[in-house]
Nanobody
Framework: QVQLVESGGGLVQPGGSLSLSCAASGSIFGFYAMAWYRQAPGKQRELVASITRDPSISYLDSVKGRFTISRDNSKNTVYLQMNNLKPEDTAVYYC????????WGQGTQVTVSS
């Protein structure tokens, strides 16, 4: 089964930027939609952004205009560019198919704090 490895997280001040990557061990072309999810402490995992092969893109309302999702099927990688980060963006970020059908990776921690 395809394995997912997320990277690029870290500690950033409010207003800062981070660029996340999700490298898959196999082809993601077969997955019509790929997505980024996040889970904050004490909260359920939520869908942040998704991108289809077309590509058709959708975002969680709270990140629209700040986050950009993209995918490179030739590199089996999904990206999430995050700008103007806010403390409420603090969470562990994961990628997966949409709906999620792959084994979850370890995720990458994003902490937004001054």
């Amino acid at each position: 089964q395809v394995q997912l490895v997320e990277s690029g997280g870290g500690l950033v001040q409010p207003g800062g930027s981070l660029s996340l990557s999700c490298a898959a061990s196999g082809s993601i072309f077969g997955f019509y939609a790929m997505a980024w999810y996040r889970q904050a402490p004490g909260k359920q995992r939520e869908l942040v952004a998704s991108i289809t092969r077309d590509p058709s893109i959708s975002y969680l309302d709270s990140v629209k205009g700040r986050f950009t999702i993209s995918r490179d099927n030739s590199k089996n990688t999904v990206y999430l560019q995050m700008n103007n980060l806010k403390p409420e963006d603090t969470a562990v970020y994961y990628c997966n198919a949409a709906p999620p059908s792959l084994r979850w990776g370890q995720g990458t921690q994003v902490t937004v704090s001054s």
